[in-house]
């Protein structure tokens, strides 16, 4: 069975800082897909970043990084220059697709609630 | 880039009635679509696979006969909660992937039963 934990529930960061946020996983197939979402309080899921299993390189798009060390099972998030906007839920997920039929299912961390203050 | 339309936003009803939630891929067709339900300050739980033009696939305990999934059509599938109750008050969201590296998900539905 695959897990995914973030063990931070809340963080906080001065506006203009950079931040990461932890997310460590666990899975016996050695094809795999990691994602970070962001949840403001709308609701909805807004999607950061994705890193393949595979991947050589780590992923990045704009402010957002992932930080990726395979050995170690972790694929941490890196958010530079913090806005006021970035506040919200946090949520790594895993795609794992020795999970048969619903290959594309995630399964989601708890989440991490990251407070920029000004 | 890739829409996936959630509709209604929120929605308020009274307890034994049934209520409609539909998910639209608005630029891609999608043979897959997910369905998720996220408790308050919880993380997203997956309830089934919604497969076009076959039965859903639901996740262990999750109950068949009260959350009914049709995926009729390539853009379209929904999610009704028949003879709804104040524990099915919850946060309902739908996803559709592109590819393997996108997964994009809807705006969600808040319901809340009476």
């Known amino acids: 069975a695959q897990k995914i934990t973030q063990t931070q529930p809340g963080m906080f960061v001065q506006e203009k800082e950079a931040v990461t946020l932890d997310c460590t996983y666990d899975t016996s197939d050695p094809s795999y897909g990691l994602f970070w979402y962001k949840q403001p309080s709308s609701g909805e899921m807004i999607f950061l970043i994705y890193q393949g299993s595979y991947d050589q390189q780590n992923a990045t798009e704009g402010r957002y990084s992932l930080n990726f060390q395979k050995a170690r099972k972790s694929a941490n998030l890196v958010i530079s220059a913090s806005q006021l906007g970035d506040s919200a839920m946090y949520f790594c997920?895993?795609?794992?697709?020795?999970?048969?039929?619903?290959?594309?299912?995630?399964?989601f961390g708890k989440g991490t609630k990251l407070s920029v203050i000004p | 880039g890739a829409v996936v339309s959630q509709h209604p936003s929120r929605v308020i009803c009274k307890s034994g009635t049934s209520v409609k939630i539909e998910c639209r891929s608005l630029d891609f067709q999608a043979t897959t679509m997910f369905w998720y339900r996220q408790f308050p300050k919880q993380s997203l739980m997956l309830m089934a696979t919604?497969?076009?033009?076959?039965?859903?696939?639901?996740e262990q305990g999750v109950e068949k006969d009260k959350f009914l999934i049709n995926h009729a059509s390539l853009t379209l599938s929904t999610l009704t909660v028949t003879s709804a109750h104040p524990e099915d008050s919850s946060f309902y969201i739908c996803?559709?992937?592109?590819?393997?590296?996108?997964?994009?998900f809807g705006s969600g539905t808040q319901l809340s039963v009476l």
């Open positions: 996803s559709a992937h592109v590819g393997n590296e996108k997964l994009f």
């Open positions: 919604s497969n076009e033009g076959s039965k859903a696939t639901y």
């Open positions: 997920a895993m795609r794992d697709p020795g999970s048969g039929a619903g290959s594309y299912q995630l399964t």
